[in-house]
């Protein structure tokens, strides 16, 4: 039986095909970094070649690094200061995730310095780089006061948000029996189900400076400095396009587009059409992540009008329970005193879980965010 007879006009093709235009051939895993220190020396010599417009200015954080070096977040605004559009590309949000934000925006800015990829007219990149240094140049996700900047966008003026599961737990996760700890939490999720065991331990805690995903008692660095972004540069008035680059979560190497705009708001509608039908969103169920407090994103959301969005492009690595067999162990060992060559022995296993030293995984890292970070240029501009 042989195919039936279909006509379309040429209009009617061309609107069919898809269209995709990734900025460069060859994919250079070079760019991942050794350290923070290496990370920014690149990151500020590759801006030095732009031939586009760019403004620089840093902000200090408290505290020093390894070595002690001053640690600064860097932000370039690259393209014209009075554009309507806007893509914001964030590094290290959770520090030690920077070394992959960090290649990512290297490799960026390779693609813009050798033409491969073109800024559309009044459109602008802003590059946050180093939100967290304290967390990346220590190989920790948190800042120097354990502070997880992605759970510190809540009001502090008001009763801060309470996560009671957290408190039935906090024990367990000081236990050094892994074994003793994984059982307590098996049981939990047998009585209370998976999501619940995800969201107590990952959902956010203001009572626990020592413990995992705390939220902090003030504005963190890394909140300051958006903040006075968001004002400086009137981004409230824009069409902004926000893509914060994690790690850590979801399947190995693929980039999920988290989207924590409500699944109702105008916000998940223009992420849906800016990046298709890969959102998920973590409100509606979809998503590798679930739903949490405080998140850096409600910061940018209050900030936004209806045609921009914030996504989170989340790179996979190894399964959550490992996920959260290292993150305890580091707060264990930084609870503890007198132990650096423990620490430093740790922060290796940070790294490897946030970042493996794998090239097929570095690869396809650079890939999908080269992909995505066009969807979000096409989008904004269009």
Known sequence: MGL????????????????????????????FPASYAVARHGWLALLAELRH????????????????ETLLTDTAWIG?????NL???????????????????????QGISKHQLDIPNDTAI???????????????????????????AVDFSQPLPENPDYDKLRDWLFVADTGQRQQAFADF???????????????GQYRDPSGPFYGGSAPAHGRLVCED???????????????????GLGPYGYGEIICDHRPDSAGAA?????????VTLPLAGTSSSVPKLGLLDYLWHANMNPQSCYVTLEFGTYSTDHLFEVLLRDHQLWAAEDNHDQRFAHSMVMRHHFCPNDNAWQEMVLFRARQVLGQALRGVSS
């Open 53 to 68: 417009p760019v403004r620089h200015e840093i902000y200090q954080c408290v505290g020093l690094g390894p070595d002690g």
């Open 189 to 203: 999720s047998w009585q209370y189900g998976r999501v619940a065991l995800e969201k107590a331990i990952s959902g």
């Open 126 to 152: 802003l590059l946050i780089h180093a939100l967290t240094p304290w967390g990346y140049a220590w190989s920790r996700r948190c800042d120097g006061d354990g502070v997880d900047l992605n759970r510190n």
């Open 4 to 31: 039936p007879h279909c006509e379309f006009t040429v209009s009617e093709i061309l609107s069919m095909q898809m269209s995709l235009s990734i900025y460069g051939t060859e994919i250079d895993t070079g760019v």
């Open 270 to 278: 223009v992420a849906q059409s800016w990046y298709g039908d890969s």
């Open 80 to 84: 014209d200061e009075n554009a309507e």
């Open 229 to 247: 972004l968001i004002q400086r540069h009137n981004l409230a008035q824009r069409r902004v396009a926000v893509v914060d680059l994690h790690t």
């Open 87 to 109: 893509v914001v590309a964030i590094a290290a949000t959770h520090g030690v995730e920077g070394f992959a934000g960090s290649a990512i925006q290297l490799d960026l800015l």
